[in-house]
């Protein structure tokens, strides 16, 4: 997959596609011990741990698809949209510093490569997470480049498919991608560690007529053990 082919969350047929909701709640990922949590996305509400219900039991599912000796870490789940939008308006301020020559519409399309426009956030539905693969003693492996690499820094070696990181690097991100896939999740392509559930990407790529979760507020109270 490269830059020109790869289908990014800015393309208007991912915003067209209508919103449906299941109204699963929220469910905390500290509650499950065969997934580990990572805290260096944390929130102070805890809202970065969070995965709709049914996004959830069809990680646990994955999880059980790994060979023996890996689990997942999670980095990142639900994602409110205020903290979206700061993220994506971020790096498009840096890509603007970067690139003064592009116009506001080349800076929206790249800065898609690497982060949602609100509109269409997956995090924000619960349904999308950001993920790695760990050995039982919580050593990361080596996937080619950190979590939340972005293109510009990494040369696109943060694409799924790319093919200038190891082979070491090119196997381990084809045993995550073989279990998240046979479970149902879908890719965003230019991030290897981002896949999701229900969101609006998943309806495209899986040509669903509608999406099976929308943007969902979070309030700690009201989502505590995922009621």
């Not at 050995?135 to 990361?140: L, T, V, Y």
């Not at 999701?196 to 309806?203: C, L, V």
Request: hydrophobic fraction near 40%; aromatic fraction near 10%; charged fraction near 25%.
């Amino acid at each position: 997959m490269t830059a020109d082919t790869a289908v990014l969350l800015s393309d208007p047929r991912i915003a067209a596609i209508p919103v449906g909701d299941s109204d699963e709640p929220l469910t905390d990922l500290n509650d499950v011990p065969e997934v580990r949590l990572d805290g260096r996305y944390a929130d102070a509400a805890g809202a970065y741990g969070h995965l709709r219900k049914g996004v959830l039991a069809r990680l646990l599912d994955a999880h059980r698809l790994l060979p023996d000796g890996l689990r997942f870490l999670v980095t990142e789940g639900y994602r409110p949209l205020d903290r979206q939008q700061a993220i994506f308006d971020g790096y498009r301020d840096e890509l603007r510093q970067r690139h003064p020559e592009w116009e506001d519409e080349r800076l929206f399309v790249e800065a898609s490569k690497f982060v949602s426009p609100v509109g269409v956030a997956p995090h924000s539905t619960g349904g999308a997470l950001d993920l790695t693969l760990v050995a039982d003693d919580g050593e990361e492996l080596d996937m080619g480049t950190p979590i939340d690499a972005t293109p510009l820094a990494s040369d696109n070696a943060c694409f799924t498919a790319a093919t200038n990181i190891s082979l070491q690097a090119q196997r381990h991100r084809r045993i995550l991608s073989t279990a998240l896939t046979r479970v149902g999740f879908v890719n965003y392509p230019t991030e290897w560690w981002h896949w999701s559930f229900g969101d609006r990407y998943w309806a495209f790529v899986t040509h669903a007529s509608k999406t099976q979760y929308g943007p969902i507020a979070f309030t700690p109270a009201t989502h505590k053990n995922g009621n």
